[in-house]
């Protein structure tokens, strides 16, 4: 667990990168976050000052305590393995050791559906869910968390689905309706297929449906026809600082 003070949790997102030092007792932040615009053009070492900055701002409440920090794509032992949304450049980053590097503080750094997922699982619309769920979080691409019995399978990248010759996230992503200007009915049909895919092939039993757009998950969330139990999340965009910092505290 923690040594002295707070985990860290670090979002790293294509406009943002946020952090928060957060309570694991309540599955909170701690503290008031600090948003800091993401740097362009967004290469490892200009994110990793960034990251450097916001551990520094925190350094009083957090002390030497593990930070998590999550990026948006396949992370393996703390190695950037995809690069769909984020700088290409990342490919292959040990981030771990870039990030301890530049802050100088153990970090373990994860995929950030995946925090996302691990923050619903401890504290929010999966908790004391047993079975298969999969969380998916729909904002500029679709990310996802496959969890079974309490156990997260990491980088499934669910997002990535070929459905109908198509990337999935490139339908179904809520930028798309953004960038498309699809109504909510054009919407909830693009949603219907990609959740009956993610039904087909997995079976959860439950769906948790994450990203800014669960805001309005009243919208869309009941118009959709599934097997599975599907809800929207609840800890919203604070899931992947709480996620990232449980499990950096977790492996501490
Ligand atoms: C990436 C995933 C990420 C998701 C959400 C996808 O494009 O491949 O790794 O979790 O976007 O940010």
Redesign the pocket.
């Known amino acids: 667990m923690a040594k002295h003070g707070k985990p860290l949790g670090i979002d790293i997102?294509?406009s943002g990168i946020k952090g928060a030092p957060v309570d694991l007792d309540k599955g909170d932040f701690a503290e008031k976050r600090l948003k800091i615009l993401t740097p362009r053009p967004a290469t490892p070492d200009a994110v990793a000052a960034v990251v450097d900055q916001i551990v520094d701002h925190f350094a009083e409440q957090t002390g030497d305590s593990p930070i998590g920090v999550t990026?948006?794509?396949?992370?393996i032992r703390g190695t950037v393995l995809?690069?769909?949304?984020?700088d290409p450049a990342w490919l292959n980053t040990d981030a771990e050791a870039l990030i301890q590097e530049h802050t100088g503080r153990s970090a373990t750094v994860l995929?950030?559906?995946?925090a996302a997922g691990l923050a619903e699982m401890y504290y929010g619309a999966a908790k004391g869910v047993s079975g298969v769920v999969i969380l998916t979080?729909l904002?500029?691409?679709?990310?996802?968390a496959l969890i079974s019995d309490g156990k997260l399978v990491p980088?499934t990248?669910l997002?990535?689905l070929e459905i109908d010759g198509y990337d999935a996230?490139r339908r179904a992503?809520s930028s798309v309706k953004e960038n498309e200007g699809l109504s909510w009915e054009e919407y909830v049909e693009r949603l219907q297929v990609y959740y009956n895919t993610i039904e087909k092939l997995f079976s959860p039993d439950l769906i948790v449906v994450g990203?800014g757009i669960s805001k309005d998950a009243d919208d869309f969330l009941p118009k959709l026809k599934l097997r599975a139990a599907i809800v929207p999340a609840q800890l919203r965009n604070k899931a992947g600082i709480i996620g990232a910092a449980r499990l950096a505290a977790d492996l501490a």
């Open positions: 997102g294509g990026v948006p794509a396949v992370v995809s690069a769909a949304n984020i995929n950030d559906a995946d979080t904002g500029t691409g679709i990310g996802s980088n990248e997002g990535h996230e992503a990203g």
